[in-house]
């Protein structure tokens, strides 16, 4: 009696029959069935080596490496635009006031700087100060300096600085724009990063929502807090004040154009169709 037996690969496929074999002439078809089933099982288990299947996106399209590599850089660019926020919102250098450097006497002056949370004030040398220049500062020169948080998020005071007094409203508006951008960096961060991770294209437009409307909202921020120093000088004009923009706004401005430009290529990334193709077809060569 002979016994037969059947070789399947790792899907349950049937790839050959094989016989324990016998002195005497060939089963019909074991050398040719043998040596397709030996192929196929071989076949078979190389998926079980280092050439693993890319999973497939919910359009059914796989991820390529190019995409992905597209993505990562598309990241990389918003990134950048969420540490020059967070660099930005956490200083204190969006402003700097300064009185005429002979206001108070010859020898000291005083100058301040605040940004959204606290102010600090300086005394600086006037020997320390450029002849040239007419009011005290910068505030980067070495002397000595007092900071203060604000409470307008404490207890609702507005702070005077210079006679002048804060518009609190303006300021917290300005706070709250900041905070909630920054949320909505930290939602699209976590959209990418499952993009990546599940090789899902879908996470792109919610990312690119996000970003983008995340860096609106740092420059509104920037718009509201520049309204506020206006209100400020306008508030009392007993003291003369030379103001001047600092470098942390120069990190906001530069930030949401920076996240603006990242959800806009994230955006182009989830398109189905490339828009240069779309815009710029490729003509064919027998026309």
Same mark, same amino acid.
């Given at each position: 009696?002979? #016994? ?19 002195? $005497? ?14 192929a196929g099982l071989m076949s078979g288990r190389s998926t079980f080596g280092g050439n693993k299947r890319r999973r497939t ?5 796989? /991820? ?7 993505? &990562?850089?598309?990241? =990389? ?6 540490? !020059?926020t967070v660099l930005g919102v956490g200083t204190e250098f969006w402003v700097e006031l300064a009185p005429p450097k002979s ?15 606290? $102010? ?22 070495? $002397? ?5 948080? =604000? &409470? ?7 702070? %005077? ?19 909630? #951008?920054?949320?909505? /960096? ?10 990546? #991770? &599940? ?17 609106? !909202? %740092? ?5 509201? =807090? ?18 001047? !923009?600092?470098?942390?706004? #120069? ?10 430009? $990242? ?14 193709? &779309? ?8 026309s």
């Amino acid at each position: 009696m002979w #016994s037969t037996f059947f070789v399947t690969d790792e899907e349950g496929r049937t790839v050959g029959p094989g016989t324990p074999g016998v002195a $005497g002439g060939p089963v019909p078809g074991g050398p040719a069935q043998g040596a397709g089933g030996l192929a196929g099982l071989m076949s078979g288990r190389s998926t079980f080596g280092g050439n693993k299947r890319r999973r497939t996106t919910s359009t059914g399209h796989a /991820m390529s490496e190019a995409q992905e590599g597209k993505i &990562k850089l598309a990241f =990389f660019v918003a990134i950048v635009g969420v540490v !020059l926020t967070v660099l930005g919102v956490g200083t204190e250098f969006w402003v700097e006031l300064a009185p005429p450097k002979s206001f108070d006497n010859n020898q000291t002056c005083l100058t301040a700087h605040y940004g959204l949370w606290k $102010g600090c004030t300086k005394t600086l040398w006037v020997s320390d100060i450029d002849p040239e220049r007419e009011s005290c500062g910068p505030a980067e020169l070495a $002397g000595e300096s007092n900071c203060t948080y =604000f &409470k307008f998020y404490t207890t609702g005071e507005n702070a %005077v600085m210079f006679q002048k007094t804060t518009q609190k409203n303006l300021n917290v508006a300005a706070a709250m724009l900041a905070l909630f #951008s920054l949320f909505l /960096m930290v939602m699209g961060a976590i959209c990418i990063t499952m993009a990546l #991770s &599940k090789e899902i294209l879908f996470f792109l437009k919610p990312a690119s929502a996000c970003f983008i409307l995340s860096g609106v !909202l %740092v420059l509104l921020s920037l718009l509201v =807090f520049h309204q506020s120093v206006l209100a400020f000088l306008a508030s009392n004009h007993i003291v003369p004040l030379h103001h001047e !923009l600092s470098w942390s706004v #120069s990190c906001i401005g530069c930030a949401g154009a920076v996240l603006i430009v $990242g959800g806009i290529l994230f955006l182009l990334l989830a398109l189905p169709y490339s828009p240069w193709q &779309k815009c710029l077809p490729h003509k064919d060569s027998s026309s």
